[in-house]
Nanobody
Framework: QYQLVQSGGGLVQPGGPLRLSCAGSGFRLHYYAMGWFRQAPGKEREGVACISSGGRNTNYADSVKGRFRVSRDNAKNTVYLQMNSLKPEDTAVYSC???????????????????WGQGTQVTVSS
């Protein structure tokens, strides 16, 4: 059974860091570009970051550039999202996803992604 299993998330104060992990189970992630998405209540799903299959190329939403960093360890079959300088507006459910492509498109859109993680809540609040 193919799964993406997420860990991390939780409650963090504004300005704090948090790291999310996404591990592949039952399939190898190194073939695929991987993305991170988030969805806040009442808002559309937003593409946050993408990393190519080999890890050389990354792409970020303007709202998180300079604060978030996506990385991957293909030996561990895991992708990470390091989030720094978190703001209350970053509060959302975050999900990882495996693309059908090996490279990231210019826009990080859900339609090019197939397998999805279970989602994890990130709450930024004092």
């Amino acid at each position: 059974q193919y799964q993406l299993v997420q860990s991390g998330g939780g409650l963090v104060q504004p300005g704090g860091p948090l790291r999310l992990s996404c591990a592949g189970s039952g399939f190898r992630l190194h073939y695929y570009a991987m993305g991170w998405f988030r969805q806040a209540p009442g808002k559309e799903r937003e593409g946050v970051a993408c990393i190519s299959s080999g890890g050389r190329n990354t792409n970020y939403a303007d709202s998180v550039k300079g604060r978030f960093r996506v990385s991957r360890d293909n030996a561990k079959n895991t992708v990470y999202l390091q989030m720094n300088s978190l703001k209350p507006e970053d509060t959302a459910v975050y999900s990882c996803a495996a693309s059908s492509l090996s490279q990231c498109a210019r826009s990080i859109v859900p339609s090019t992604f197939g397998s999805w993680g279970q989602g994890t809540q990130v709450t930024v609040s004092s």
